[in-house]
Nanobody, 124 residues
Framework: QVHLMESGGGSVQAGGSLRLSCAPS????????MAWFRQAPGKEREGVAT???????MYADSVKGRFTISKDNADNTLYLQMNGLKPEDTAVYYC??????????????????WGQGTQVTVSA
């Protein structure tokens, strides 16, 4: 079992920045594919960014050029640097992990472990 703990959420004005962190514990695996998802009120959970064991990344079109996903291979901590935030980025952000074999995917259906989420609120 893997436990994922997100942190770094908060409230910012449009144009601001936040950096989310996801610290894994338990039966971690450096070869896991990991991702960030988000869910806004009344909407389905959607993929934001993913990174595989070779550090190749993939982003949703809505965040390309603004968000950067990265991973510290020393302790498997996952990060999401969010710049140029917009009100439509407001959501609960979740960290997720997918045991290998895995590949870069923004589909919720593939991921094995999920964090509890951290709220991001962007005001106009």
């Amino acid at each position: 079992q893997v436990h994922l703990m997100e942190s770094g959420g908060g409230s910012v004005q449009a144009g601001g920045s936040l950096r989310l962190s996801c610290a894994p514990s338990g039966n971690t695996n450096s070869r896991d594919c990991m991702a960030w998802f988000r869910q806004a009120p009344g909407k389905e959970r959607e993929g934001v960014a993913t990174i595989d064991s070779n550090t190749f990344t993939m982003y949703a079109d809505s965040v390309k050029g603004r968000f950067t996903i990265s991973k510290d291979n020393a302790d498997n901590t996952l990060y999401l640097q969010m710049n140029g935030l917009k009100p439509e980025d407001t959501a609960v952000y979740y960290c997720a992990a997918w045991r290998p074999p895995c590949f870069r995917s923004l589909s919720v259906h593939f991921y094995d472990f999920w964090g509890q989420g951290t709220q991001v609120t962007v005001s106009a």
